[in-house]
């Protein structure tokens, strides 16, 4: 036996090798609470009740040691896991009802979870956080009269002066949310009070402004489903709701088998909360309308639909909606809790589905997600569920394409893009016989023009003679020509075109592998007058040198995207030394548009090349798009789809350029304090400085705000352009139609005013910015009645 002296190292040694072993202990008891924590509820061989008994009784052991770890968990399972808000309330109360301390600490905990959601702005946090207070009162946490206090604050929000409806809108919505919850027991307990309550929110419904609506509709028609607000909706849900004497069948609610235990507990005085007051800087949900696509008489046999004005279908939706922001990152899962719905014997669940994921796909002004991941979700889903859910999906697609009359034109270029990309994972198999009587029909009417779309955007996902095959031979009209260059200088009368004989030297050189100086100099024995092109040069640039450069490259790189890219790259400098005017950039957009007019794809990826290489600006494809010379393609959505990206890319500009420019003046202004902080502070308490490399200058900063301010005048730029052409010739629509005592209302007139609307939609935060400008410089009360009240709708949808 060793007799040696412990030394103090050994000691310390010992000390350091306890404490990580404890450190690492408390560590293991954390994960599994949290882990019990998160699971409780959820499928296994014993029931909800029996495994809330059993996580009561660990946690009421572990609550002296891990009580911090334990409230953290709670509230941020009320936040996050609002589909189990009732299995969470019911065990808190059975903690409150063992532990009265800690009921009231959670209590506290969770009214500043909800408070801070409010404050920034968090607002489906916040929403859940009101839930699961609401929800206490069921379990004897929380006192219905201080629930209703708060409720009645919120709506207090409601009679708010000078503040946007939409702060108005959310505070109404969230308390309307929450009494499916706890309305019964409020009706039990304090009824004058809710019936109060009720008759305040109906006050407000019918005087608040619905003038967004009809911007946020799917379809134009309320036949055979009314398109109704949110509000609106909802409030009807709980109407009925109340006429059943606020009885559900969706809500589990786990805490009525411990009503005994739950009813001996001290409950809880919510604190005053007053909601924080309207600023500038805060944004607020925008409204929305309920999609409706199914009632029970499309369903076959089995469970029925819930009506559309019963609550069990707003929290079903609800619930399958929570589903897909939850999972919507990963496709297979997402499909698979989709299916593995807790009700689904129930309801016709494939019908639900369906329906919620379209209400997400058209959704107004924009889709929460990629329009491809609802795609890849209902591949999914046909997968897992071969043997109905493909011909619920067909049964919903018939439904879309009989009802495509009246449909909104941004859902019909989703509808366009989701039906072509679900044709092409099932082998392009479709049954199009059944819609040949769209054949009959004008080429402007919907639903040939959604053939014909679909069928170039399958074009872009499989080849020619493929999509020949696929189709019927009475639909050849509808079919798009085989994409090609169509390069003028190699056809029968080129001998004819005064470019001709440069374009052959040109065509020697680029293959002989010449500089962007020797084509330079090819061009320069092109002579600057005599072009009889449509094109007419006023001077400033060479017409015909653009032509024969434009169209020779582009016709040598035609073999594929990535020659093409690569020839507008190697002969960038002579791009840029040709587009020195926007008229020249309209020239060079001309003539890609004579090469490639028969292949779109083709079009939208090399203007989408000139636009990051800077070789053309936003404003000069604006302009080229409302130009006479594309009246016949101004129907085709290829070209409105060049529009947004064209947009997108000056509104991501703008952006990045305000991102760097906040970004310098915070350093700047962070550097300036820790410069007049530093005397003051110990050396024990100074912090890590901003380091000179770091700071920016004062000069930098002056630069980068005159950056953004051009940007900011380049972008208002772009959208007076494309307002101030819609306004023209829709103008000029309805002039003549009106002199010619024709009826205005046209397919080419739904099309137009349709795509006006989009625009203001899909860039709706960016063009919010120049609203007053648009009001004083086109949108004026002049102006006709249905162009103005395109303006007015986008206008209202952030009033």
């Not at 897909?324 to 669940?349: G, S, T, V, W, Y």
């Not at 198999?429 to 009959?440: A, F, I, N, P, V």
Request: hydrophobic content about 40%.
């Amino acid at each position: 036996m060793s007799r040696r002296r412990v030394q103090d190292g050994d000691v310390d040694y010992d000390h350091r090798r306890n404490k990580r072993r404890r450190v690492s202990e408390n560590q293991e008891i954390e994960d599994r609470l949290e882990s019990l924590i998160l699971r409780v509820g959820e499928r296994s061989t014993s029931s909800v009740e029996s495994n809330l008994e059993g996580l009561v009784s660990v946690l009421e052991a572990d609550l002296g040691t891990f009580r911090l770890k334990i409230l953290r968990i709670l509230s941020d399972c009320a936040v996050l896991m609002p589909e189990k808000c009732t299995v969470y309330t019911t065990l808190v109360g059975l903690l409150n009802a063992k532990n009265y301390k800690f009921g009231g600490e959670f209590v506290d905990h969770m009214v500043k979870t909800f408070k801070e959601s409010l404050k920034f702005c968090r607002w489906d946090a916040a929403r859940y956080s009101l839930r699961f207070l609401a929800d206490l009162v069921n379990c004897h946490v929380i006192s219905a009269t201080s629930l209703l206090q708060l409720l009645d604050t919120m709506i207090d929000v409601s009679n708010e002066d000078t503040v946007p409806q939409v702060r108005r809108d959310w505070f109404v919505f969230a308390v309307l949310s929450t009494l499916p919850w706890v309305g019964r027991d409020l009706y039990e307990k304090k009824e004058s009070a809710l019936e109060s309550l009720l008759l305040r929110i109906e006050v407000y419904l019918n005087k608040r402004s619905k003038k967004h609506h009809n911007a946020l509709r799917v379809w134009s028609s309320d036949a055979p489903h009314p398109q109704e607000e949110y509000l609106d909706c909802l409030w009807a849900q709980i109407r009925k709701l109340r006429q059943d004497n606020w009885a559900e069948k969706h809500i589990p609610r786990p805490y009525l088998v411990f009503d005994s235990i739950l009813c001996e507990a001290l409950q809880h005085n919510l604190p005053q909360i007053v909601p924080p007051s309207h600023h500038d800087s805060f944004e607020y949900p925008m409204p929305w309308v309920v999609y409706r696509m199914f009632d029970y008489t499309d369903c076959p046999d089995g469970p029925n639909l819930p009506g559309a004005h019963s609550i069990e279908r707003f929290l079903i939706e609800e619930h399958l909606h929570h589903i897909i922001e939850k999972h919507h990152q990963e496709r297979k899962d997402c499909a698979a809790q989709l299916l593995n719905f807790p009700f689904k014997h129930k309801i016709p669940l494939e019908y639900c589905i369906v329906e919620v994921i379209f209400a997400e796909l058209f959704h107004m002004p924009t889709p929460r997600f990629l329009d491809i991941c609802y795609g890849s979700i209902l591949i999914e889903l046909c997968k897992l569920q071969p043997g109905t859910l493909p011909q619920v999906l067909a049964q919903a697609t018939e439904i879309l394409f009989m009802r495509i009359d009246s449909m909104n034109t941004s859902c019909f270029d989703r509808f366009v893009n989701w039906f072509s990309y679900h044709l092409s994972n099932f082998k392009f198999t479709w049954s199009w016989d059944e819609w040949d009587s769209c054949l009959l029909l004008d080429a402007e009417h919907p639903r040939p023009k959604f053939i014909q779309e679909v069928l170039q955007k399958c074009l872009r996902l499989s080849y020619h003679q493929r999509i020949v095959d696929m189709m019927p031979t009475t639909y050849a009209r509808l079919i798009p020509v085989d994409p090609h260059a169509n390069y003028k200088y190699a056809s029968d009368e080129a001998a004819n075109l005064p470019g001709t004989t440069v374009a052959h030297q040109l065509v020697v050189a680029v293959r002989q592998k010449c500089t962007p100086e020797e084509v330079v100099n090819i061009l320069k024995d092109i002579p600057s007058s005599g072009y009889s092109g449509e094109e007419m040069s006023d001077g400033s640039f060479n017409a015909l040198k653009i032509d024969v450069f434009v169209q020779t490259l582009l016709n040598l790189g035609s073999k594929s995207f990535s020659h093409s890219f690569a020839a507008i790259s190697k002969f960038h400098v002579v791009f840029r030394a040709l587009a020195e005017t926007e008229e020249a950039q309209i020239c060079i957009l001309h003539n890609i548009f004579e090469l490639w007019s028969s292949h779109q794809q083709m079009m939208v990826v090399l203007i989408d090349k000139l636009l990051k290489l800077q070789i053309v600006d936003c404003s000069a494809v604006a302009t080229w798009i409302f130009s006479k010379e594309m009246t016949g393609e101004f129907t085709k959505m290829y070209l409105w789809e060049i529009l947004h990206l064209t947009i997108k890319k000056m509104n991501k500009h703008v952006i990045k350029l305000t991102t760097e420019l906040n970004d310098a003046k915070y350093k700047l202004s962070k550097a300036d304090s820790s410069s007049s902080e530093s005397d003051e502070d110990t050396p024990h308490k100074r912090k890590k400085p901003i380091t000179h490399a770091d700071k920016p200058s004062e000069e930098v900063v002056e630069r980068m705000e005159e950056k953004l301010e051009a940007a900011n005048v380049n972008q208002k730029r772009l959208f007076l352009i494309v307002f101030q052409r819609f306004i023209m010739i829709l103008s000029e629509h309805l002039l003549r139609s009106d002199t010619d005592g024709r009826d205005p209302d046209t397919d080419w007139y739904r099309w137009t005013i349709g795509r006006l609307q989009q625009v203001f939609l899909m860039h709706h935060e960016q063009v919010q910015k120049y609203s007053s400008t648009l009001e004083t410089l086109l949108f004026t009360s002049d102006l006709d009645s249905h162009i103005l009240e395109v303006f007015q709708q986008f206008v209202a949808l952030r009033a």
